[in-house]
C-alpha cells in the first residue's frame, strides 16, 4: 500500500466542515465524512465534497471501503476541472505519481498532465501577478490573524506563505489533485478540502480572520454566490486579486467580469490596479488604490473588502514582502543559465509573464548598490522555494 495514499487524518479538522446544504459533516470512517445522509471520501487527509461528481465519489468510497485507498487516490487524481484542455493523464503516469517517492513536484504536474497550468505553478514564486498577491496581502490581511482561508487555492502557495508565518491555513480546491500536490510538495500542515465553491463553502459562519482568492475569481461561475460565501466565511477582510477584466486584452481563458461589476460586488472595497500593486511590491511602498472609474480599462483588478486597508498600522503588519527569517534561499530556476534575462519555460510562458517581469533582467539590478540579499529576494532572484520543487 502507499504510504501517502493510506495517509488519513486522526482527528476532527482544524475547522469544522459542513455540506452544500449546510449540514454539518462528521466522521463515520477513518475514511470518510457524513452528513447523515451522503458518505463522502477522504484520501491523503483530504475530504473530497466536489459536487456534480456522484460517481466519482461513490467509487472511490467502494475503493476505500475495500481497503484499496490507492485506487481511490488514482481516481481522485485523474479528475479535472471543467477548463482543462489537452489529453487526460495515462492511468500508468497517475499511479506513477501516486507511488514513488522519488518524483518531485515537477515531474508529479508533468506525470499528470498539467501541460501549461504546470509551468505556472512551477515557477509562480517570480510571477508578477503573484508579487501582486504578496502586496495584496500585505495591505489587507489583520493584524495577527490566526486562520488564513484561500479559495480555488491551487497546489497551495499562499498556503504556505500563511504557515511559514505561523497562520493555520485552509485551502478550498475544486481540483483534487492540486490539493494532493499542496499536501505533498508545498503546504503540507494546510488543511484542504477538494470542493466547488459555487456549490458554498464548506466552512461555518465567521470562521477565518480572512479570505483570499487571487488569479482565480474571473474563473468561477456564479460570482456573486461565491463572493457572498466568501463574506459569510470571513470575521474579517475579502481579498481578491488579479481578477481578469472582461473590458481588457487578457492571456487567459476564463469568464471575467468589467471592472463596474467587481465593483458593484464589492461595494466597501479598497480597489486596486492590479499591476499597481506588483509595482508597490518591487518598490517597497504601499499601493495606490483608485476608484473604479479610473480602473476602468485595467487589465485585472484587485480588492479589499471589509475591514479596510491595514496601510496605516505598517508596525501590525505582517511582512508577506520578504521570506522568512531563515528561509533556505535558492536561485531562481528561470535564471540558472547564467543570462542577462530569464529563460522561460515555453513561448506561451514568456508571451504573458516576460513583459512585466523586468525585474528579472540583469539590467534591472545594476542601479542597486549595493545589491543586497533582501532586495535579490524581493526581486525574486533569490527564492524560497520547496524542498521538492
Given at each position: 500500500?502507499?504510504?501517502?495514499?493510506?495517509?488519513?487524518?486522526?482527528?476532527e479538522?482544524?475547522?469544522?466542515?459542513?455540506?452544500?446544504?449546510?449540514?454539518?459533516?462528521?466522521?463515520?470512517?477513518?475514511?470518510?465524512?457524513?452528513?447523515?445522509?451522503?458518505?463522502?471520501?477522504?484520501?491523503?487527509?483530504?475530504?473530497?465534497?466536489?459536487?456534480?461528481?456522484?460517481?466519482?465519489?461513490?467509487?472511490?468510497?467502494?475503493?476505500?471501503?475495500?481497503?484499496?485507498?490507492?485506487a481511490?487516490?488514482?481516481?481522485?487524481?485523474?479528475?479535472?476541472?471543467?477548463?482543462?484542455?489537452?489529453?487526460?493523464?495515462?492511468?500508468?503516469d497517475?499511479?506513477r505519481?501516486?507511488?514513488?517517492?522519488?518524483?518531485?513536484?515537477?515531474?508529479?504536474?508533468?506525470?499528470?498532465?498539467?501541460?501549461?497550468?504546470?509551468?505556472y505553478?512551477?515557477?509562480?514564486?517570480?510571477?508578477?501577478?503573484?508579487?501582486?498577491?504578496?502586496?495584496?496581502?500585505q495591505?489587507?490581511?489583520?493584524?495577527?490573524?490566526?486562520?488564513?482561508?484561500?479559495?480555488?487555492c491551487?497546489?497551495?502557495?499562499?498556503?504556505?506563505?500563511?504557515?511559514?508565518?505561523?497562520?493555520a491555513?485552509?485551502?478550498?480546491?475544486?481540483?483534487?489533485?492540486?490539493?494532493?500536490?499542496?499536501?505533498?510538495?508545498?503546504?503540507?500542515?494546510?488543511?484542504?478540502?477538494?470542493?466547488d465553491?459555487?456549490?458554498?463553502?464548506?466552512?461555518?459562519?465567521?470562521?477565518?480572520?480572512?479570505v483570499?482568492?487571487?488569479?482565480?475569481?474571473?474563473?468561477?461561475?456564479?460570482?456573486?454566490r461565491?463572493?457572498a460565501?466568501?463574506?459569510r466565511?470571513?470575521?474579517?477582510?475579502?481579498?481578491?486579486?488579479?481578477?481578469?477584466?472582461?473590458?481588457?486584452?487578457?492571456?487567459?481563458?476564463?469568464?471575467?467580469?468589467s471592472?463596474?461589476?467587481?465593483?458593484a460586488?464589492?461595494?466597501?472595497?479598497?480597489?486596486?490596479?492590479?499591476?499597481?500593486?506588483?509595482?508597490?511590491?518591487?518598490?517597497?511602498?504601499?499601493?495606490?488604490?483608485?476608484?473604479?472609474a479610473a480602473?476602468?480599462?485595467?487589465?485585472?483588478?484587485?480588492?479589499?473588502?471589509?475591514?479596510?486597508?491595514?496601510?496605516?498600522?505598517?508596525?501590525?503588519?505582517?511582512?508577506?514582502?520578504?521570506?522568512?527569517?531563515g528561509?533556505?534561499?535558492?536561485?531562481?530556476?528561470?535564471?540558472?543559465?547564467?543570462?542577462?534575462?530569464?529563460?522561460w519555460?515555453?513561448?506561451?510562458?514568456?508571451?504573458?509573464?516576460?513583459?512585466a517581469?523586468?525585474?528579472?533582467?540583469?539590467?534591472?539590478?545594476?542601479?542597486?548598490t549595493?545589491?543586497?540579499?533582501?532586495?535579490?529576494?524581493?526581486?525574486?532572484?533569490?527564492?524560497?522555494?520547496?524542498?521538492?520543487?
Amino acid at each position: 500500500m502507499s504510504a501517502f495514499a493510506s495517509r488519513t487524518r486522526a482527528g476532527e479538522a482544524t475547522l469544522p466542515l459542513r455540506g452544500a446544504d449546510g449540514r454539518a459533516l462528521r466522521r463515520d470512517t477513518e475514511h470518510s465524512w457524513t452528513d447523515g445522509t451522503t458518505r463522502f471520501p477522504i484520501v491523503a487527509e483530504i475530504p473530497f465534497l466536489r459536487s456534480g461528481r456522484d460517481a466519482l465519489r461513490e467509487a472511490a468510497l467502494a475503493d476505500l471501503d475495500r481497503g484499496e485507498p490507492d485506487a481511490a487516490l488514482a481516481r481522485l487524481l485523474a479528475d479535472r476541472d471543467d477548463w482543462a484542455s489537452g489529453p487526460p493523464a495515462r492511468a500508468e503516469d497517475v499511479r506513477r505519481a501516486a507511488e514513488s517517492p522519488a518524483v518531485g513536484l515537477r515531474e508529479a504536474m508533468a506525470l499528470l498532465a498539467y501541460g501549461p497550468v504546470g509551468d505556472y505553478f512551477a515557477y509562480r514564486w517570480s510571477d508578477p501577478t503573484y508579487l501582486s498577491g504578496l502586496r495584496l496581502l500585505q495591505s489587507g490581511a489583520p493584524a495577527a490573524p490566526r486562520i488564513f482561508v484561500e479559495v480555488a487555492c491551487g497546489i497551495g502557495h499562499y498556503l504556505r506563505e500563511a504557515l511559514q508565518r505561523g497562520i493555520a491555513a485552509v485551502g478550498v480546491d475544486v481540483v483534487f489533485s492540486k490539493l494532493w500536490l499542496a499536501r505533498r510538495f508545498v503546504a503540507e500542515d494546510a488543511q484542504l478540502v477538494c470542493a466547488d465553491v459555487a456549490s458554498g463553502l464548506p466552512l461555518p459562519d465567521a470562521s477565518a480572520s480572512l479570505v483570499f482568492c487571487h488569479d482565480a475569481f474571473y474563473f468561477l461561475p456564479h460570482k456573486a454566490r461565491v463572493h457572498a460565501e466568501m463574506t459569510r466565511v470571513s470575521a474579517g477582510p475579502v481579498l481578491v486579486g488579479h481578477a481578469h477584466n472582461r473590458d481588457a486584452e487578457n492571456h487567459s481563458a476564463g469568464a471575467p467580469w468589467s471592472v463596474a461589476e467587481y465593483a458593484a460586488l464589492a461595494h466597501a472595497s479598497v480597489l486596486y490596479d492590479d499591476a499597481e500593486l506588483t509595482r508597490a511590491f518591487l518598490e517597497a511602498r504601499s499601493p495606490v488604490a483608485q476608484t473604479s472609474a479610473a480602473l476602468a480599462g485595467c487589465t485585472a483588478l484587485s480588492w479589499i473588502d471589509g475591514g479596510g486597508a491595514a496601510e496605516a498600522t505598517p508596525s501590525r503588519q505582517i511582512d508577506f514582502t520578504q521570506p522568512v527569517p531563515g528561509a533556505t534561499l535558492r536561485l531562481n530556476p528561470l535564471l540558472a543559465g547564467g543570462g542577462l534575462a530569464p529563460v522561460w519555460p515555453s513561448a506561451r510562458y514568456a508571451e504573458e509573464y516576460g513583459p512585466a517581469s523586468g525585474y528579472l533582467t540583469r539590467e534591472a539590478l545594476q542601479p542597486l548598490t549595493p545589491v543586497t540579499t533582501a532586495e535579490l529576494a524581493r526581486r525574486r532572484v533569490l527564492l524560497d522555494l520547496p524542498p521538492r520543487w
